[in-house]
């Protein structure tokens, strides 16, 4: 790409995270000591580092770096390298976890394959296993289909760069170049692959009748979609808990300690 004088590429910071989810109906995660003493015991500098390797920076906060004041952004469980392998010969001794990631999630995969291998390393059997969207959504909210811990990544949905990133970096079509003037004007750059096909490209300057929902409609399509959580499913989300207290309880466990990886 970079031998194309015609091409520029960027790299852009997501303030999106990837996160683990406990399920609290899992045996071995049934207390909330052993929840917290697992997550304690996953390294998760060597896990974003294995992962995600340059694109992505490890944190100590809950929230994606930039969005909260360091001051603010807390997390409080500590690191034990000796924690996994008390669990493999307590509550997790003969047990087998299934860690579950969404098949178009590449993060959430490289996430998942590389605790289980951490698991696996310390004799606790564990399993990674990608499905298909449709298949992932329907099982993590189903409390009899559940798996024992699901790898996701997508906190919080306006972190992803489709909600702010190309509206301001987009080099000669930003906000507020073209915005007020009539359209988003993608003539510039390109979108995610994904979505490249549907992109919308101008061989005129946008006109003032291009504005408005003819230009939304065209960026929702390169947009991600987000599931909104039933407020009666809730085996594993901290979100569905009406009680904020109640989802420490639950054990759940933001991995956007782990990393903020870029867009």
Request: net charge negative; with cysteine; hydrophobic share 35%.
């Amino acid at each position: 790409m970079q031998a194309n004088p015609d091409l520029n590429t960027y790299l852009l910071p997501s303030m999106l995270s990837p996160m683990i989810y406990l399920n609290p109906r899992t045996p071995g995660f049934a207390e909330q000591a052993d929840r917290l003493a697992f997550l304690s015991g996953l390294d998760f500098p060597a896990l974003v580092d294995a992962a995600y390797g340059p694109l992505a920076t490890s944190q100590s906060g809950v929230l994606p770096m930039r969005m909260l004041d360091a001051s603010l952004n807390h997390d409080v469980v500590s690191y034990d390298d000796a924690a996994l392998a008390a669990l493999a010969a307590g509550s997790l001794k003969d047990e087998s976890i299934e860690i579950v990631y969404s098949s178009n999630d590449p993060g959430g995969s490289n996430l998942s394959d590389n605790i289980a291998a951490a698991l696996n390393v310390v004799g606790i059997k564990a399993t990674s296993t990608g499905l298909d969207s449709g298949a992932f959504w329907s099982t993590v909210f189903d409390p009899e289909k559940a798996p024992d811990i699901v790898a996701f990544t997508g906190l919080p949905d306006a972190g992803h760069p489709d909600t702010w990133a190309r509206i301001y970096y987009t080099p000669t079509d930003g906000l507020e170049q073209r915005w007020l003037d009539g359209g988003l004007g993608w003539d510039d750059f390109v979108v995610d692959g994904r979505c490249a096909a549907s992109r919308w490209r101008s061989t005129t300057s946008p006109s003032r009748t291009r504005r408005g929902s003819a230009a939304r409609r065209s960026a929702s399509r390169c947009s991600p979609t987000s599931a909104s959580p039933s407020a009666t499913a809730r085996p594993l989300p901290w979100w569905a808990s009406p009680d904020p207290a109640s989802r420490q309880r639950c054990g759940s466990r933001r991995a956007s300690r782990s990393a903020t990886p870029a867009g």
